[in-house]
């Protein structure tokens, strides 16, 4: 499996047998996007919320008919609406598909589509793929449950928000770190605007006092 950042909080995950997952493919208005959505084809899309800079390009990039958006189901409505193929889930269910299984948590974030329409909750989403446990947490602020979602999964890769203002900052995602006892963390969602402008590595030597590897991707990198 291989694991490429997209800048922001989008990802790019081909599985073993080729499938390409995108998640929250903000790519054309993103000033950090190392690529265009033009250049880009998915098998699977999965968005964590429907604000602009998550719901990005998907309906660009989606193939109709072809491509899965994975999404909460009030989002779900308004996308299947434009003749796109969906499936919809809820916070705390999962899913069995043929590249994994895919399991949607609490986010405490609000979620509308850019022109306003009410799309339902928030978002995180815990990817088995290939024997491989990924934890993208959305945008959300920090919260108590993150402790069991740590019990519950050995997680390998953490993808988390610490931009602040809108999501949790730095000191909140090592106090996260600390719940979910990642592998490896990878810092999102900062440094794409002025307000969320961080110094990650401040968050990598912060984490290692935590006991927890810290990977800073530059938009565009893999593992």
Do not use: W
Request: charged content about 20%; glycine content about 10%.
């Amino acid at each position: 499996m291989r694991l490429q950042y997209l800048g922001h909080s989008a990802f790019r995950i081909v599985a073993d047998d080729g499938t390409q997952i995108l998640i929250d493919p903000y790519l054309d208005k993103n000033p950090l996007a190392p690529i265009k959505a033009n250049q880009l084809s998915a098998d699977y899309i999965i968005l964590t919320h429907a604000h602009g800079d998550h719901l990005g390009d998907a309906l660009s990039i989606a193939k109709m008919g072809i491509t899965v958006i994975i999404c909460v189901s009030e989002l779900a409505s308004i996308i299947s609406k434009r003749g796109y193929k969906v499936h919809a889930m809820q916070i705390g269910g999962g899913f069995i598909f043929e590249f994994g299984r895919v399991k949607f948590t609490m986010a405490l974030h609000g979620s509308a589509t850019p022109d306003g329409q009410y799309a339902g909750l928030a978002a995180g989403v815990i990817l088995e793929v290939d024997g491989l446990c990924i934890y993208h947490c959305g945008d959300t602020g920090l919260f108590g449950d993150m402790k069991l979602i740590g019990e519950m999964f050995a997680i390998d890769y953490l993808l988390v928000p610490i931009g602040g203002n809108y999501t949790m900052d730095i000191d909140d995602a090592v106090l996260a770190v600390r719940m979910l006892h990642p592998k490896l963390a990878i810092p999102m969602h900062y440094n794409t605007f002025p307000i969320i402008e961080v110094d990650p590595e401040d968050f990598k030597r912060k984490a290692a006092i935590a006991g927890t590897d810290v990977l800073i991707m530059q938009p565009g990198d893999s593992c």
